[in-house]
């Protein structure tokens, strides 16, 4: 429980920083919310639960493939927030356009052979 604890503190600080970050410098914050760092801490906590080298290129693998359908969502907000679309519903519809691609992604990933 202390190791979950440990998890869920140290992935929760860098959520914290780089809403801090943001806050001074937009540009900075979304270079440090870019990182993968998420992808990394997750393969760490991973690895020390599973080291396993066939499971965690899988999860490597998988994971590119799945930011590739996240990534248009940052196209759409910015372009709904410049013409007058409320924050909130920007970032709903960001989330839809994101479900749907990850659900395109795992219908039409595995007949191109790829393993998600």
Known sequence: MLY???????????????????KRSPGFGALVASLPLVSVLGMMWLWHDKPDAANMADHASATFWYVLPSLPMFLLIPALLRHG????????????????????????????GLRL
């Open 85 to 112: 679309v409320p924050f909130w519903l920007s970032l709903l519809a960001g989330c839809a356009l994101t479900i749907a691609l990850y659900l395109a992604m795992m219908w039409i990933g595995p007949r191109f």
């Open 4 to 22: 979950l604890a440990i998890k869920a503190l140290i992935s929760g600080i860098i959520i914290a920083a780089v809403s801090e970050i943001a």
